[in-house]
């Protein structure tokens, strides 16, 4: 099969498109001829070296979630059959034309999306599910708050939170993202960097934060929460280490709390499947979320898409495809 390769650590043009074994089931898992894969920031910290796949997952061939269709089934399986079309949530391996998963890991591909767009859906709601509405307890009426609300996880919290019942805060880096994240729900937007986004919330307050910047980011968080309120990490671009006030903090009954998913079991990864097959599909083929797909690559391009990955520069997802 032919696969993208992270041929040594740095900049996009080190992926290149490669032949590779085609991979083999176990007895729970599928193997899957991949559609279409989606392009996330982990993907481009593994290429620079800075983020390695699990154990067990393809150490060169990037890639977390995939759409496709179902070519074999372990002995195993019986939840799928050979035909289906579903998507995935993978430990790595899919910028490829085929990959082998965990069947509990797969849901079918909703009502009304093609595998581009489906391809798109599994990294963003695993994580907005988990960290947002289990870890962050957002619940119908609190006002909900997402850092970079353009981009895919972005896009996909402001839905889920709107489907829900929160009202939406979101920062962005540009009026033209905050215009877009407005049409997918939102309810206020601050421009970054015109605008001071503690200055602008604070007095009206936030019950739940998701936040991948960190950095600076942490006092201000701690400032606008209201009491009770959740302060939920997903990524730390602007930096680990920060200080806390920790009787800020207990005077507020503040809880911080945050997660990795690419790492975690194949049981937990297959109970959250079957608590977003129940909770969150339905909200996907009732018309609900719209899927935000900035921009498709073929697979011999994926240097291009990491490109615009890195520059910032998309609203939505990013994918490839295979043609």
Partial sequence: ??????????????????????????????????????VNRPDVAQRMGRYPAPAGAPQDIPGLEVAGVIEECGAGVVQWKIGDRVCALLAGGGYAEYV?????QCLPVPKGFSEAEAAGLPETIFTVWHNVFQRGRLQSGETFLVHGGSSGIGVTAIQLAK????????????????????????????????????????????DVILD???????????????????????????????????????????????????????????????EILKNVWPVLENGMFKPKVFATFPFSAAAQAHELMESSGHIGKIMLVNT
């Fill in 212 to 274: 991948m910047v960190g950095g600076d980011y942490f006092e201000k968080n701690l400032n606008i929460l209201r009491p009770d309120g959740r302060l939920v990490y997903i990524n730390a671009m602007d930096g680990n280490v920060v200080n806390l006030n920790i009787m800020k903090m207990m005077l507020k009954r503040i809880t911080i709390t945050g997660s990795t998913l690419r790492a975690r079991d194949v049981a937990f990864k297959t109970a959250l499947a079957a």
């Fill in 163 to 206: 489907a829900f019942g929160a009202k939406v805060l979101v920062t962005v880096g540009s009026d033209e993202k905050g215009q877009a994240c407005l049409e997918l729900g939102a309810d206020q937007f601050v421009n970054y960097k015109t605008q001071d986004f503690e200055s602008t919330f604070a007095e009206a307050g936030v």
């Fill in 1 to 38: 099969m032919k696969a993208v390769i992270i041929t040594t650590p740095g900049a996009p043009s080190v992926l290149q498109l490669q032949e590779r074994p085609m991979p083999e089931i176990g007895t729970n898992e599928v193997l899957i001829r991949v559609k279409a894969a989606g």
């Fill in 100 to 104: 082998a998963v965990d069947a509990g």
